[in-house]
């Protein structure tokens, strides 16, 4: 049997790396991976970088995309090069919207001139959702979109992209709505990595025991890195072209338990105090999701509780920093 050709955008980041380890542990196919150049950090994939291929490539030139697509010919793509950041995004709203938007718009002409053919899983977001009331709960995909960031403005209109290239051309593209997910690796702008990493440097002795935090009234729906990354691959692999589907764990936790969770973890005695350049302009209260409509679909459920997940990303960053 053929093995499959797999092209992973963004490979060097948090989610690519841990599906790039998925797909090789399962021995799925020969992976190929794009990165931005010399500003790229692949501390991520050394470990795994030899059984690679990877290519430079910036998604906002159309040219380079076409040309990277072309040469690799990938059967699936996974896209998940992006501005990932949401509080980056009020502060750079312009690159959000042009390298999560127009990157994903190049990926699709690419592909729609090269091969329509290729089967496309997108990283799309509940933030998209943005604004969500309370007899909305939990969500669903026929929820409307009222995003509240940059950032959900960019992931909507790529969902939408996604849509309407597979109404409009017939390409193979599968949309993902990704809800908060964490663990090893994390990038440390993302909360639960910060709250860890500040841990270990209060462990370590490199930070005073006061622990810098944002909003903790927050509730969010989170999910292991480990269990998402199985996920995108199930979509690719069993999910109907066109369609959305919410990935995540059906259960929501406010910031302050989550927090509580990770102090549990040491035996430092730390205070916390609120930080006001960690709140946002505006911020979603809730996020609680319904993956039932991609379980159906693909029989897949999360297996990885939260606290496990919390106490790898806590060793990861003692580790990081020993």
Not at 280 to 309: A, H, M, N
Request: a positive charge; proline letters at 5%.
């Amino acid at each position: 049997m053929k093995k499959a050709k797999i092209l992973i955008t963004g490979i060097t980041g948090f989610a690519g790396s841990h599906l790039t380890e998925y797909i090789l542990n399962n021995k799925l196919g020969e992976i190929h991976g794009t990165y931005r150049g010399k500003s790229t950090d692949l501390s991520n994939i050394m470990h795994v970088k030899d059984k690679l291929n990877l290519v430079k490539c910036d998604i906002t030139d159309y040219f380079v995309v076409k040309r990277t697509i072309k040469e690799i010919d990938p059967d699936y793509i996974f896209h998940l090069a992006a501005q990932s950041f949401v509080p980056e995004s009020w502060k750079s709203p312009r690159e959000t919207l042009e390298t999560n938007i127009m990157g994903a718009l190049n990926i699709f002409e690419a592909i729609r001139e090269v091969n329509p053919g290729i089967k496309v899983q997108i990283a799309s977001s509940s933030e998209t959702y943005g604004a969500v009331y309370a007899n909305e709960i939990p969500i669903t995909e026929s929820n409307p979109f009222r995003p509240l960031s940059p950032y959900g403005v960019s992931k909507a209109s790529m969902d939408l992209l996604g849509y309407q290239y597979h109404q409009s051309y017939g390409l193979k593209i599968i949309r993902t709505r990704a809800f908060n997910h964490t663990g090893p690796r994390r990038g440390e702008v993302f909360v639960t990595s910060n709250w860890a990493k500040q841990i270990a440097e209060i462990e370590k002795g490199t930070q005073e025991p006061v622990l810098m935090v944002g909003s903790l009234t927050s509730k969010r729906d989170f999910t292991d890195v480990r269990d998402m990354v199985r996920a995108y691959w199930l979509a690719i692999e069993k999910c109907e072209p066109g369609e959305a589907y919410n990935i995540c764990s059906g259960q929501t936790h406010t910031m302050q338990s989550i927090l509580d969770k990770l102090l549990s973890l040491t035996d430092k005695k730390i205070s916390v105090k609120e930080d006001p350049e960690r709140l946002r302009p505006s911020d979603v209260k809730e996020l609680l999701g319904d993956y039932s409509k991609f379980g159906r679909q693909t029989g897949w459920k999360p297996e990885i509780p939260l606290d496990r997940t919390l106490k790898d990303l806590l060793e990861y960053w003692r580790k990081q920093l020993a």
